[in-house]
């Protein structure tokens, strides 16, 4: 910011500048913001077996949305404890177990 701050062009070469610093400041907060994410990947502790459980816990509820089991029954049916199933979820689908039915009940 500093450096657009003190351009030491004018006219249409100062306009170019200023716009590939621009882009220099975009890019350097899209690296920040893909480096974040990375991160956020990297600490997630759901292992594959785990993310077919969870698929295959939001398979069930997407049929028996009418009247959805249990929390406890879930996990069961999808091989998971209600702990990891209730994070996992969420994590991994960015919603709640129950806010996913809820989503699937409103539409």
């Known amino acids: 910011m500093e450096q657009m701050r003190q351009c ?4 249409a070469l100062r ?3 200023l716009e590939g610093k621009a882009f220099e400041l975009l890019a350097f907060h899209l ?7 990375a991160q956020h990947q990297a600490k997630s502790k759901l292992k594959a077996d785990d993310i ?3 698929h295959l816990a939001k ?15 879930l996990a069961r049916m999808a091989g998971l404890n209600d702990y990891k199933l209730k994070l ?20």
């Open 31 to 37: 690296d920040a913001a893909t480096e974040g994410a």
């Open 59 to 73: 398979d069930i509820l997407s049929r028996t949305w009418r009247e959805p089991p249990g929390l406890l029954e």
């Open 88 to 107: 996992g979820f969420k994590e991994l689908f960015g919603t709640t177990v129950f806010g996913y039915v809820r989503a699937l009940r409103m539409n």
């Open 8 to 11: 030491p062009y004018s006219g």
């Open 15 to 17: 306009n170019l500048y």
């Open 52 to 54: 077919r459980c969870l």
